[in-house]
T-cell receptor, first 113, second 114 residues
Framework: GDSVTQMEGPVTLSEEAFLTINCTYTATGYPSLFWYVQYPGEGLQLLLKATKADDKGSNKGFEATYRKETTSFHLEKGSVQVSDSAVYFC????????????FGKGTKLSVIP | DAGVTQSPTHLIKTRGQQVTLRCSPKSGHDTVSWYQQALGQGPQFIFQYYEEEERQRGNFPDRFSGHQFPNYSSELNVNALLLGDSALYLCASNLGLAVRDTQYFGPGTRLTVL
């Protein structure tokens, strides 16, 4: 079945550091890939997405490139801020008529001043 | 533009009781999905409703049931509550059946079973 594997957290970075959160997936067909962010006490917000191979999703300084050959969708940001502290989830929706999202376990990011 | 809303925010129940959670989709959306997020885990898909029918179901027992109303709002019902049902229950909405575009999530209902 479909699955998403994210790097284990928590991740603690200093402000302005470079961020990478690794995400790899197993899926049937050609999935769409997503990064969602969850701030403390809140629901999930879509951060970015990519729907086909080699697409790059970007938003708020975050980027991720859909790599079909390595089945990966790593999240990156060049300079993190304290306000980026949250839990980040990688997710996929696979195949045509995909009715559900399959999520990774999440990676908690803490950014310290 | 109203986003996805859920009620109540928090709920405390005891084992064996029944609970109903409610969700209103984002304006213009007609499809509602429910997810269970245990503490420290990613959300797990429960089921999806479209045109007032359950269209797909995840690996959850029949104690979990739902309903969609003509105005597209939805309810999640859980019978015979177990301690393990304690979780954040998230509702998500989108337009049409497929989620390859974007699902928008509500803030969730935190259910505690004692």
């Amino acid at each position: 079945g479909d699955s998403v594997t994210q790097m284990e957290g928590p991740v603690t970075l200093s402000e302005e550091a470079f961020l990478t959160i690794n995400c790899t997936y197993t899926a049937t067909g050609y999935p769409s890939l997503f990064w969602y962010v969850q701030y403390p006490g809140e629901g999930l917000q879509l951060l970015l997405k990519a729907t086909k191979a080699d697409d790059k999703g970007s938003n708020k300084g975050f980027e991720a490139t859909y790599r079909k050959e390595t089945t990966s969708f790593h999240l990156e940001k060049g300079s993190v801020q304290v306000s980026d502290s949250a839990v980040y989830f990688c997710a996929l929706a696979s195949g045509a008529g995909s009715y559900q999202l399959t999520f990774g376990k999440g990676t908690k990011l803490s950014v310290i001043p | 533009d109203a986003g996805v809303t859920q009620s109540p925010t928090h709920l405390i129940k005891t084992r064996g009781q029944q609970v109903t959670l409610r969700c209103s989709p984002k304006s213009g959306h007609d499809t509602v999905s429910w997810y269970q997020q245990a503490l420290g885990q990613g959300p797990q898909f429960i089921f999806q409703y479209y045109e007032e029918e359950e269209r797909q179901r995840g690996n959850f027992p029949d104690r979990f049931s739902g309903h969609q109303f003509p105005n597209y709002s939805s309810e999640l019902n859980v019978n015979a509550l177990l301690l393990g049902d304690s979780a954040l229950y998230l509702c998500a909405s989108n337009l049409g059946l497929a989620v390859r575009d974007t699902q928008y999530f509500g803030p969730g209902t935190r259910l505690t079973v004692l």
